[in-house]
């Protein structure tokens, strides 16, 4: 059984590619390699639909959310409380009781204030370091020879 096995590892490298037994192995080899390349694929391609599945579930979650909030949107809309508000802003009606003033649209807007505008200078001052921050950084300035 040695000899076999003596003989076998003798031979040339030709003559081992024509045995029975390293075809076959290379033939398993071969089969080997082409299952595991599926099953990578296979499991990429869960994997992305796994991202969709997911993906489609907060979207549904999204949309269940805007549905509940449009059905609380309509529950308002048809309540007393919305019904007199809005009669109040578009036919200038008044509750039992209460007095109504119209007041023209130009009156009203001449004894508002005006909001006073950012300036584009403003948005990009930094705010002030840290005493800290401001030694760590003379520290740097000095050893880097800054000014």
Not at 14 to 35: G, M, N, P, Y
């Amino acid at each position: 059984m040695f000899t076999k096995i003596k003989n076998i590892f003798h031979k040339s490298k030709l003559e081992q590619f024509k045995d029975v037994r390293v075809i076959s192995l290379i033939f398993f080899a071969v089969i080997v390699l082409l299952v595991s390349w599926n099953s990578v694929n296979v499991i990429q391609t869960n994997y992305e639909l796994q991202k969709q599945i997911a993906r489609m579930e907060q979207e549904n979650e999204v949309k269940k959310l805007e549905n509940e909030n449009q059905k609380l949107k309509n529950q308002y809309y048809n309540t007393d409380q919305f019904l007199e508000l809005q009669a109040r802003r578009q036919f200038g009606k008044a509750a039992p009781g209460e007095t109504l003033i119209l007041v023209p649209k130009e009156v009203a807007l001449s004894k508002t204030v005006d909001e006073p505008q950012e300036n584009s200078s403003s948005k990009t001052q930094l705010p002030s370091k840290s005493t800290f921050q401001k030694n760590f950084e003379s520290w740097m300035n000095f050893f880097l020879l800054r000014n």
